[in-house]
């Protein structure tokens, strides 16, 4: 998928050919036609206004709930770094977050200012943009819980601020638009003590080192969890425990997580839980949905 196309100016940086395979948790895939990664977000909203509105624009986060497919992602992925990954209290229960801060710093920095509430985002491996655009959750809460407002970048260059209850949250999707980049979000928790709120933090964090497999190639969650059901469970229920596909296999530890054991590709990860989902669907009649993100062309 060669970027022959010419693009418009910017302050950032913009790569063709990008491999995205070191940039997403399963290491596998194939490239991005371009990698922009904007100085700020007048940069990004510019570079959007200037794109031929044919491109796709896809944001990419930590790359940790996602599939890269092996013949790589057309047209432009967005890539929010450091410019984008400040976050700071505002006031005594509220957070002003970058899109590409980490769970790690909003939570931890939300304890230093004695913040309580979203202890939670310190479980979710992934940046703020993604949060908001996935209503990422755990641990019995999820961001549609504590998000105030965002503001993001429209596939036209607009920016425009979006209270939560312009988003159409439901569990794990939002309504934001294709093509849309959050650049920052606004969190509200309630006033706590930092004591309690590490203890909290990790309590989190023990619990996940205890049932996922966290040093692992992996994409997190597999699967949504169906309505009064887990997903993990009928996974379990279906045989799939340490199911392979070449290196791709269901993880021992947790059966809703899949791993990279070596030298998997994407077609043979995905291809593995689509396995999961047909031997799901013979034995228990429960068709499982997706969480992770599939994107780009098979090769």
């Known amino acids: 998928m060669s970027a022959t196309r010419t693009m418009p100016e910017v302050a950032g940086r913009l790569t063709p050919d990008a491999p995205l395979a070191p940039l997403v948790w399963f290491k596998a895939g194939g490239a991005a036609q371009w990698l922009f990664e904007p100085k700020d977000a007048d940069d990004l909203a510019q570079f959007m206004a200037r794109l031929d509105p044919a491109v796709p624009v896809m944001a990419l986060g930590l790359g940790s709930n996602l599939i890269v497919r092996d013949g790589g992602v057309a047209g432009v992925v967005v890539r929010l770094g450091k410019p984008f990954a400040s976050v700071r209290a505002l006031d005594a229960t509220t957070l002003k977050c970058g899109g590409g801060a980490s769970g790690i710093l909003v939570s931890s920095t939300a304890r230093d200012a004695g913040i309580a509430g979203v202890e939670f985002l310190r479980s979710i491996p992934g940046t703020v ?16 819980d504590v998000l105030v407002e965002c503001e993001v970048v429209s596939r036209s260059g607009e920016r425009r601020v979006l209270a939560a209850a312009e988003l159409g949250y439901s569990y794990r999707h939002s309504a934001l638009p294709e093509g849309a980049v959050v650049v920052s979000a ?24 205890a049932s996922q497999p966290l040093r692992s190639r992996t994409g997190g969650s597999t699967f949504k969890n169906p309505p009064g059901e887990k997903a993990w469970a009928l996974v379990d229920a279906a045989g799939c425990r340490g199911l392979r596909n070449g290196d791709a ?11 990279n054991l070596g030298h998997a590709t994407s077609a043979q990860i995905e291809g593995l839980g689509e396995e999961v989902r047909a031997r799901v669907k013979a034995h228990s009649g429960v068709t499982l949905e997706w969480e992770i993100q599939r994107v780009g062309v098979a090769s």
């Open 129 to 144: 943009g993604g949060f908001v655009r996935m209503n990422g959750g755990a641990y019995g809460r999820e961001t549609a």
């Open 249 to 259: 296999q269901v993880s021992e530890k947790h059966t809703n997580f899949l791993l």
């Open 186 to 209: 606004t969190f509200r928790g309630e006033p706590g003590e930092p004591i309690e709120i590490q203890a909290e933090m990790d309590r989190i964090a023990a619990s996940r080192e």
